[in-house]
């Protein structure tokens, strides 16, 4: 049973940056395939980006396409959203996801999840 704990989400004002981190354990980030999510209120949960191989693979929602880039460290143990030029759209819980049965921003393709972090964007 993998758990993903995740970090760094908050407020900021829009055009402002974050940067949120996840860290599975009992996963592997190298060979694995994981992927992040937001829900706003009254919103279904949407695919933001994922990745598969430890970065070998990437795909990204085309809201987010060029703000949000993903990278992880070199230990290759956490995956960190850096999100960019933020909008108040952004504003969501966002969630982590691990073991996808392929590289997808369907949440249905995927095992665990963490338990959300709050970004807030104010215009």
């Known amino acids: 049973q993998a758990q993903l704990a995740e970090s760094g989400g908050g407020s900021v004002q829009a055009g402002g940056s974050l940067r949120l981190s996840c860290t599975p354990s009992g996963y592997s980030v190298s060979s694995g395939i994981m992927a992040w999510f937001r829900q706003a209120q009254g919103k279904e949960r949407e695919g933001v980006a994922g990745i598969r191989d430890g970065l070998a693979v990437t795909t990204y929602a085309e809201s987010v396409r060029g703000r949000f880039p993903i990278s992880r460290n070199n230990a290759k143990t956490t995956v960190y959203p850096q999100m960019n030029n933020l909008k108040p759209e952004d504003t969501a819980v966002y969630y982590c996801?691990?073991?996808?049965?392929?590289?997808?921003?369907?949440?249905?393709?995927?095992?665990?999840w963490g338990q959300g972090t709050q970004v807030t964007v104010s215009s």
């Open positions: 996801a691990a073991e996808g049965s392929t590289l997808s921003l369907s949440p249905a393709r995927y095992t665990y």
